[in-house]
Nanobody, 119 residues
């Protein structure tokens, strides 16, 4: 199992930047696909970005070119650098670790960190 703790959220003006961190304990994150999800009020949780065990990254269209996910397996941490923030980026951001093998997936979640972007 892995435990995840997010940090770095807060209030930022539109156009600003925030860097979220996710510290993992328990298992090493090297065996997990790591991701960031977000949930805005009244909306479903959505995938923001992923970084696979092989280092490949992917992003939802709305954040491409603005957000960057990175992972440091040695530090057992994953990060989300968010630039050019928009009010619609306001949400609770969750760190996710997914153990994925053929025919099986197990997800672990952090408690979330609030990011509020003011216009």
């Amino acid at each position: 199992q892995v435990q995840l703790v997010e940090s770095g959220g807060g209030l930022v003006q539109a156009g600003g930047s925030v860097r979220l961190s996710c510290a993992a304990s328990g298992n090493m994150i090297s065996i997990y696909t790591m991701g960031w999800y977000r949930q805005a009020p009244g909306k479903q949780r959505e995938l923001v970005a992923t970084a696979t065990t092989g280092g490949s990254t992917d992003y939802t269209d709305s954040v491409k070119g603005r957000f960057t996910i990175s992972r440091d397996n040695a530090k057992n941490a994953v990060y989300l650098q968010m630039n050019s923030l928009k009010p619609e980026d306001t949400a609770v951001y969750y760190c996710n670790a997914a153990y994925i093998v053929p025919g099986y997936r197990k997800d672990y979640w952090g408690q979330g960190t609030q990011v509020t972007v003011s216009s």
